[in-house]
């Protein structure tokens, strides 16, 4: 075994040595990293079946490893304290594993056995406003699963549910054509044309009832209010693909399927979820009470499916979507990447499409919640006017610091200089929305996610630069050389790169990408001490030089793929 994942394959041959001592099911994911000084990783299987067999641990850890086989890469097993079972990596293993890796586009990553077919909803920005910081984070939280996914082997369809259908929609058209009857038009600000519109609606009562009109005459299909909206649509579109352009994600007008795209379905939804005798009438609405929903009172929760003026809400656009994609898409797996506050919207969804039969056994559907992004008060963030932060502008705010960052580097080109900038602060920006927790709240701060320690992508972007600069220097052909493990430096870092199958499926698993980045920089953490430990260039002890050169060639490869998951690109030079 030289690829793949070196605890799932520990894991295998300690269950495959198991059944030599019980036919009991062990849970699984049983091996982890150790932190331990001189062990990799541990196993604490027989401790969670001394009960079940009625024997000590420490016994059952001796019975497996009687039977366990892993001479190939690891030293023989120890049994220690209550019955772990510790494991070392035999050094001519990760020897072999490292210098194989350097040869592996995937460095080691194993294609999924069961591809699934993923439709994934992110971004989601709503038409005629413009995107703000929670949009930034759907994007690129977003971008970064779809990317593990699709590396994993996955099929993965993305769709942008862009919140462009809707009473406001009245209002904004009318607003359209006070300012603009015809032509193109090109909306310079998205916030201020809503503020407009809806300051109108709320002071003058003519333009109240020209926009209540022709809310009707959108839903009823009417074709110069259809050709109105797609203009407004088309706008608000330029503004998100600029946006879009800028951050380096993949997302096009292709994969837009907004609210309106579900209008023809709504009906046969409700119409459906009566004839399973799902509905009931409350306060004049059809509503579907799932199972389990309840409010601070104790009463039952109901997700409105029709209201009462028999127009059809956002709940109802969900159903429909939903089953769009299980019925006509014939996907197997559903993520939303929506903020937190919508989780019971997403779980209640589900519910009812779970009791309509839209979700069945072999779909799983997953809200993929995310936290807030805090000002440095502590409160969402908000510009000194007190408005929310416009995206483009945050975004170029985030090229201009990182100009700043590298501006001591005469040396660059200004062409250069320019591509520089855009790769940190476009990275910093999308490296602080992904390395922590996704569903934690955190603070904006561009000294924090500029600096160039700690964890922050800029650091790895250095030391990546910082590497590809050795290797330049160097100038060698290292083709048909292998790594050698003298200097203890040495195999951590083969350890810690032999691991990058272990971090990237971790990050996949559970669509947690701060899993890879906390790799990552553990990793150039690691890189750093056998750069500052063990001479590359200098090297005095012969053949040292040639595996190092190649160590800091396989730690730049991970570093790149791994950022490059992450939607984060890794300049030569910085
Ligand atoms: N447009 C919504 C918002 O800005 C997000 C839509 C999320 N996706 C969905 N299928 N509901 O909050």
Not at 33 to 48: E, F, I, K, N
């Amino acid at each position: 075994m030289l690829f793949g994942d070196v605890s799932e394959e520990l894991a295998r041959r300690v269950v495959a040595a198991l059944r030599h001592v019980t036919d009991i099911e062990p849970p699984s994911a049983l091996v982890r990293v150790s932190a331990q000084d001189g062990v990799d990783y541990q196993c604490d299987l027989a401790m969670s079946l001394g009960k079940r067999l009625g024997k000590a641990p420490r016994e059952i850890a001796a019975d497996i490893v009687a039977g366990l086989d892993v001479a190939d890469l690891a030293e023989p097993p120890e049994v220690a304290g209550p019955g772990f079972l510790n494991f070392t990596l035999r050094s001519s293993w990760l020897e072999e594993r490292t210098t194989a890796l350097n040869g592996d586009p995937r460095l080691g990553v194993a294609v999924t056995p069961r591809p699934r077919r993923i439709a994934i909803d992110y971004s989601s920005p709503n038409v005629a406003k413009e995107m703000h910081a929670g949009h930034l984070r759907s994007t690129v939280i977003g971008d970064a699963i779809t990317r593990l996914a699709r590396f994993a082997g996955h099929e993965v369809i993305p769709h942008n549910h862009l919140g462009d259908w809707g009473t406001p929609f009245g209002m904004l058209i009318e607003h359209l054509l006070d300012e603009r009857p015809s032509g193109p038009y090109k909306i310079g600000d998205l916030n201020g044309f809503y503020r407009a519109a809806r300051s109108k609606f709320e002071n003058n009562d003519d333009f109240a009832a020209r926009s209540r009109n022709r809310v009707v005459l959108l839903q009823s299909g009417d074709d110069e209010t259809s050709s109105l909206w797609r203009r407004l649509v088309d706008e608000s579109t330029r503004h998100f693909t600029q946006v879009y352009e800028l951050l380096g994600i993949d997302l096009t007008g292709e994969d837009i399927y907004g609210e309106s795209f579900y209008n023809p379905f709504l009906a046969a939804v409700v119409d459906d979820l009566a004839a399973a005798g799902l509905t009931e009438i409350s306060d004049g609405a059809v509503c579907v009470f799932p199972d389990g929903f309840r409010n601070r009172e104790g009463d039952p929760l109901p997700l409105i499916v029709r209201k009462r003026d028999g127009g059809y809400g956002y709940a109802a656009t969900d159903l429909a979507t939903l089953r769009y994609w299980t019925e006509q898409r014939g996907v197997t797996d559903l993520l939303y990447v929506v903020g937190a506050p919508q989780a019971q919207h997403f779980a209640m969804v589900f519910a009812v499409c779970r009791a309509a039969g839209w979700l069945r056994d072999e779909h799983q559907a997953e809200h993929i919640g995310f936290g807030s992004v805090l000002g440095e008060d502590g409160r969402a963030m908000k510009t000194r006017a007190g408005e929310s932060v416009r995206l483009s502008d945050l975004l170029a705010e985030a090229v201009s610091h990182a100009a700043e960052v590298i501006d001591g580097r005469g040396d660059l080109s200004t062409g250069v200089r320019e591509e520089v900038a855009k790769a940190i602060g476009i990275g910093a920006l999308k490296y602080a929305d992904l390395s922590g927790d996704r569903e934690r709240d955190y603070v904006f701060s561009w000294d924090r996610m500029l600096s160039k320690n700690g964890n922050t992508s800029v650091y790895l972007q250095y030391a990546n630069a910082r590497i590809r600069s050795v290797l330049a220097k160097a100038d060698q052909d290292l083709t048909g050389v292998r790594i050698l493990l003298g200097h203890p430096a040495e195999r951590t870092l083969a350890l810690a790169l032999a691991r990058f199958p272990e971090a990237v499926g971790a990050a996949t698993a559970g669509h947690r990408p701060h899993k890879l980045c906390t790799y990552l920089y553990e990793t150039a953490v690691v890189f750093s001490r056998f750069y500052e430990e063990c001479p590359v260039l200098g090297a005095e002890v012969p053949g040292a030089r040639d595996s190092r050169l190649l160590l800091a060639e396989l730690t730049s490869k991970t570093l790149a793929l791994g950022l490059s998951l992450l939607g984060i690109s890794t300049p030569a030079r910085l």
